[in-house]
């Protein structure tokens, strides 16, 4: 079955610093995500991207935050300046069409000290 | 808003009984319905989904779950657990959406006794 890579499988970074989150979604996907779950609770979802825009973010999403597609491959999360609070396991997730299967990937875990 | 209920935070079971994971959901239309498992250090695997059509859905690794519209429902069943099924389970409430976002409950985590 196709995967979902996500890249580092781990990150640790200091509070303030900047992190890129890296993901390769399925080749022939179109639509692509970003959830997050914070030990011991739930997964929560941060941002959609179709067609080079997001399609829709959560609250979560905020400023610091930022999706791109640079190349056609990967689809990134970058967080500017990482507060301990974002302190969580990172999901890329991805789908071919609205109403198909989504793939998500095995996840980044981030640790801000 | 939409949301999802999984009322038990653990379930224990002995390898060869049954299972159902409950899950109440909060939706304003008709919700697409998920159900996901993630095992230790995993990423999240679609077990099944209900989109529409019959109400009892089948899936991977031999669980079904069953959509109750009258009770806001879509519990997971397996008839047989074996001891590779102990993971954490999470049910997801999605919208048909430019998004498409899914909303997950808190998850069950379930423990297989030999």
């Known amino acids: 079955e196709p995967e979902v890579t996500q890249t580092p499988s781990h990150q640790v970074t200091q509070m303030g610093q900047e992190v890129i989150l890296r993901c390769v979604p399925i080749s022939n996907h179109l639509y692509f995500y970003w959830y997050r779950q914070i030990l011991g609770q739930k997964v929560e979802f941060l941002v959609s991207?179709?067609?080079?825009?997001?399609?829709?973010k959560s609250e979560i999403f905020d400023d610091q935050f930022s999706v791109e597609r640079p190349d056609g491959s990967n689809f990134t999360l970058k967080i500017r300046s990482t507060k301990l609070e974002d302190s969580a396991m990172y999901f890329c997730?991805?789908?071919?069409?609205?109403?198909?299967?989504?793939?998500f990937g095995s996840g980044t875990q981030l640790s801000v000290l | 808003a939409q949301s999802v209920t999984q009322p038990d935070i653990h379930i224990t079971v002995s390898e060869g009984a049954s299972l159902e994971l409950r899950c109440n959901y909060s939706?304003?239309?008709?919700?697409?319905l998920f159900w996901y498992v993630q095992s230790p250090g995993q990423g999240l695997q679609l077990l099944l989904k209900y989109f529409s059509g019959d109400t009892l859905v089948q899936g991977i690794k031999g669980f079904e779950a069953e959509f109750k519209r009258s009770q806001s429902s879509f519990n997971l069943r397996k008839p047989s657990v074996h001891w590779s099924d102990a993971a954490e389970y999470f049910c997801a409430v999605g919208a048909q959406a430019a998004g498409n976002k899914l909303t997950f409950g808190g998850g069950t985590r379930v423990l297989v006794k030999p």
């Open positions: 991207f179709y067609n080079n825009e997001i399609s829709e």
């Open positions: 997730a991805s789908r071919f069409g609205i109403n198909e299967k989504l793939f």
């Open positions: 939706y304003g239309a008709t919700p697409y």
